[in-house]
């Protein structure tokens, strides 16, 4: 009798050691009211904490009074159906556009609207203080250290760049920053910027077609802050494949990346992949092929020979999803393609932006007709059928003097899309104060 009672409490003890145990390991966790439940996750997933929606049984709660502040989350004004509304930012779709408050926009340091995220500790009974024991001073410890810390990543896109023929002598007499100089700053503060360069640097090859800009002019580019150009175009061919060696080359000792040519075709369509505080951004390339053009017969797209990246959806889904599969959280398809000057959205077009999207692309931007194209969603996902030019020599007044500077805005998600309508002036590229064109819902 004395060996069963023994054995029974021997087992009683052992269950409440154990359960005592699995208390004390199990993962903190964190409750959040429904109002806070975006800025919760953020607050889980940088802490190694497990959300729940039980405060009952939760370490820490979430709270906007009271606690120790562990971050400030900026809160968007917005125009909604002609109305100012004001959005946390982690709640806030990009459909809906922020407006500047006192001059900042919500992911400028200097941003005055915002709200405070407090963290506290949920009240225990004697009984779970005594029951809980070392846990608590785990709980203890590591609410010292949550911290909310929320950094946007901006991505800055362009148009057609072409840094010959007028623009080349302008940069001759005045400098290579001389096409840049009055967009600096734009360029600069963003953490990666992308456009695509219509002309190959180089003083080697064989003329075939119409453009080529002196080397020197790579030095613009960088100053500008420009990241990685796509040479999926019409014109980096244009002095052979020579002149787009030579390109590579320039290129790549100003630290700037390029996409969408390559020595073959798996090269040409490899992408680039940046990291920018601690998002992967991945860029592709290509080309329609109907157009490529020069006066001596030459293999334009990458196989046997260098060459362009070509517009193949089945091509395109493919490095889409090998970027996902890599783990690159934003891909951006840059599609040279339409025709030129018209501002007309063709139905193939439309239905190939769809295509990327639905593959998992994330962003769609299109250059080539000089012209500015309407935007809009799918999906919440931009696309940008064409962003005009950003700097070139005179083509067609007006219309190709103008182009969109795009800048996206990622923090947790896409949040907000800025366009800038640009001019040139002199072959050099100014903001203007124009009304950008509003997203047009002729994709969705």
């Known amino acids: 009798m004395k060996t069963h009672r023994f054995r029974l409490y021997s087992s009683i003890l052992l269950f409440l050691a154990l359960a005592k145990l699995a208390v004390v390991s199990k993962p903190l966790t964190l409750y959040a009211p429904e109002n806070l439940i975006s800025v919760a996750q953020v607050v889980a997933k940088q802490n190694g904490l497990i959300l729940t929606p039980i405060a009952s049984s939760a370490d820490y709660w979430l709270t906007l009074d009271g606690g120790r502040t562990i971050g400030r989350e900026p809160v968007a004004v917005c125009i909604d159906a002609g109305t100012h509304i004001e959005v946390p930012i982690l709640d806030k779709s990009p459909l809906l556009q922020s407006v500047p408050v006192d001059g900042y926009l919500p992911h400028e340091a200097g941003y005055p609207k915002y709200r405070e995220i407090n963290l506290v500790t949920r009240p225990l009974s004697l009984l779970e203080k005594l029951w809980q024991g070392i846990r608590i001073l785990k709980v203890g410890r590591t609410m010292s250290r949550v911290a909310l810390d929320l950094q946007p990543t901006v991505v800055a896109l362009a148009g057609d760049i072409m840094l010959g023929r007028r623009v080349g002598e302008k940069i001759l007499e005045k400098g290579p920053e001389y096409p840049f100089a009055k967009v600096y700053s734009v360029l600069q503060a963003a953490d990666i910027t992308f456009a695509n360069l219509e002309a190959p640097l180089c003083i080697t090859g064989e003329f075939i077609n119409l ?22 175009n019409n014109h980096i061919l244009d002095y052979h494949q020579e002149g787009m060696l030579e390109t590579w080359e320039h290129l790549n000792r100003a630290g700037i990346l390029q996409v969408g040519t390559g020595m073959n075709l798996q090269e040409a369509v490899q992408g680039a992949v940046i990291d920018a505080n601690g998002m992967k951004v991945g860029f592709l390339a290509f080309t329609e092929t109907w157009f490529l053009y020069s006066r001596k017969g030459i293999e334009w797209v990458a196989g046997s020979c260098p060459g362009v990246a070509p517009i193949d959806l089945e091509l395109i889904v493919s490095n889409i999803k090998r970027f996902k599969q890599a783990g690159v959280q934003v891909v951006i398809v840059s599609l040279h393609w339409g025709v030129e000057y018209s501002q007309t959205v063709a139905e193939k077009e439309a239905e190939l932006a769809k295509a990327i999207i639905d593959a998992g692309g994330d962003v769609v931007v299109g250059h080539h007709p000089h012209v500015v194209k309407p935007w809009g ?57 124009l009304p950008p064109p509003e997203a047009n819902v002729i994709i969705n």
């Open 211 to 232: 453009f080529r800009a002196h080397p020197a002019a790579v030095a613009g580019l960088k100053l500008a802050g420009i990241d990685v150009v796509s040479l999926a």
């Open 377 to 433: 969603f799918y999906k919440g996902k931009p696309v940008f059928f064409s962003l005009g030019n950003f700097i070139f020599d005179t083509l067609r007044p007006p219309l190709s003097e103008q182009g969109l500077l795009v800048e996206l805005v990622y923090l947790e998600g896409l949040r907000d899309v800025h366009l800038t309508v640009t001019r040139l002036n002199d072959c050099q590229v100014e903001l203007t104060k």
